[in-house]
């Protein structure tokens, strides 16, 4: 294992390429009061980049990228791009990314270097762990809150599960739109 590698705490084991062919996608319809439910594979990449300096903070982190396939189809359905980082000094694992939708989001949560599960929440308005959103989704599909849990199973094999909370014009309740899949080494 390379020095940096080591320096990345509970994301150190996440490293390397990954798959997985069984996840699950219940969004909204197009209807936007019927839930969609999607079967999907996904491919996720998670690069060491090294250190990065910020005056006296010092973060590690992993660059990484994710596409998903409905089961089936060729196109992708979803994308994200951006890092996982770690803070030692505060025990602090965090995930900043974008999606070609329009929206930006960094979660982060309090973990321990040797943890195997780990949460992360970004909520709308905070001034630390936040979400922003394009004018049309914020007006239409505002997110309200974003969660992440990871589980590490072994060394080549690892689960998350995400909640993203969504205000959506015209409706009462809250819509969770919830992801789930179960990822497999592959480098």
Known sequence: MNENVEKLGPLAVLAGV??????DDAAPDDDRV???????????S?????????????????RYTTMAWRLGAEDAFHEEVGYWLWDAANRQVMKGFCV????????????????????????????TYGILSNQFLNEEFQIVRYELGIDVHDADTFSYASDTVIRI??????FHHRD????????
């Open 169 to 174: 014009k015209g409706q009462d309740e809250l």
């Open 46 to 62: 998670l690069e060491p980049i090294g250190e990065i300096n910020n005056h006296e903070q010092s973060l590690y982190g992993l």
């Open 180 to 187: 789930s899949n179960t990822l497999k080494r592959m480098e």
């Open 34 to 44: 019927s839930i969609e439910k999607n079967l999907y594979r996904e491919t996720l």
């Open 18 to 23: 990954w798959q997985g062919a069984e996840g």
């Open 100 to 127: 070609p939708r329009g929206n930006s989001v960094l979660a982060g949560g309090t973990a321990d270097a040797d943890a195997q599960s780990f949460k992360m929440v970004a909520k709308l308005g905070s001034e």
